[in-house]
């Protein structure tokens, strides 16, 4: 093969690398349609949950709900209302917060013997942004928490630009905790709007099955009804060896005294 045929293969095979490369014009206009979209789909959440923000104050529905303080007990009755839709920039809604309260009369009373439990509970009831004060017990006895009839709700809206995607993180809705998911622009819809208003309002949803879970209220409560008594059974087992370590100390002083 001569030179010109050498040097006419290596060009056909340039050429051909150039025609694999990339079209950068094309990923250009792709991340510009999915940033389009994701803005546009922001904008519409903002738009619904504003107008739905509005209706609920002036309609007032009344809707009540009861939440479990694990290991401790219940808040009953709680009333839902005060409902604010709050933005740091409305023009460009890149982040926004849907929230509201649960509110009854009163305080509840709940103790707690084991002190290393109590202060679990006082984490989690903080986490939770609950309002409470806790009083310690003398020589190690635990703990007495007193909770107001109070729980912040809100759904927290949030763009994600990296991943074309809006992350939703749901507090204390129905229950508390935190759970959070990841939507893609394109499933973004009036559906699943609409499936979030109808959990606000403590109404029959398919929130669920949209995202993908198909368990049963009943099966759910079932399980949360288990969950709870073995909670109950390992807080009477600490508090059983709470106090058998309380009467071998004291158990100990007295020897040590007699001697």
Known sequence: MGLLDDLKQEAQELKSKE??????????????????????????????????NEHLNVVSPDVSGDYLLEGLGTLTNLHQGDYKLATDDPKSIQKFTFHWSCTGQGRQEFKVANP??????????WNMNLRFNKRDLQKGAGA?????????????????????AINLKLKNLGALGVVSYSYPSDKVNAELMDELAKCVLRRPNRFDELNGETMSDTLRQRIRENLEKEREQRNTELHESSVTQRLKGSLFRRKSGEK
């Open 19 to 52: 025609g694999e490369a990339p079209d950068t014009t094309q990923v250009d206009e792709g991340a510009e349609r999915a940033r389009r979209l994701l803005e546009a789909k922001m904008k519409a959440l903002y738009k619904y949950f504003s107008e739905f």
């Open 116 to 125: 290393i439990l109590a202060e679990k509970h006082r984490e989690t009831l």
């Open 144 to 164: 007495v928490f007193v909770v107001d009839a109070f729980v912040p709700v809100s759904f927290e809206f949030e763009s994600d630009p990296v991943k074309n």
